[in-house]
């Protein structure tokens, strides 16, 4: 019913920086929290960052003053600037949103997870 699609992962050195996209489309009403996370191999998935509809923010402390998390409330998008980037932060990268949704005439929140994008960070 409702699908997020991430891009924007990739290969890139230490100290770069890459720009993550998640969209997210279906038949919705609007969309609550969204997010950022993220699993390394072997390691559990791990928040990265989130945002509300209002814009308020929250960090993992190992991304603090790296990382930011914006959205576009318009097109139902959110995105992950990536600055700063460790070999530590190599993992894929999954979009998480709570839509709202209309099911048999009842309106109800969805938790929806996108199919992730990988990121790389090595020399």
């Known amino acids: 019913q409702v699908q997020l699609v991430e891009s924007g992962g990739g290969l890139v050195q230490p100290g770069g920086s890459l720009r993550l996209s998640c969209a997210a489309s279906?038949?919705?009403?609007?969309?609550?929290?969204m997010g950022w996370y993220r699993q390394a191999p072997g390691k559990q998935r791990e928040l990265v960052a989130t945002?509300?509809?209002?814009?308020?923010?929250n960090y993992a402390d190992s991304v603090k003053g790296r990382f930011s998390i914006s959205r576009d409330n318009a097109k139902n998008m959110v995105y992950l600037q990536m600055n700063s980037l460790k070999p530590e932060d190599t993992a894929v990268y999954y979009c998480?949103?709570?839509?709202?949704?209309?099911?048999?005439?009842?309106?109800?929140?969805?938790?929806?997870w996108g199919q992730g994008t990988l990121v790389t960070v090595s020399s």
């Open positions: 279906g038949r919705l009403v609007s969309i609550n929290g």
């Open positions: 945002i509300t509809s209002g814009g308020s923010t």
């Open positions: 998480n949103a709570d839509p709202l949704v209309v099911v048999n005439g009842i309106f109800r929140y969805l938790e929806v």
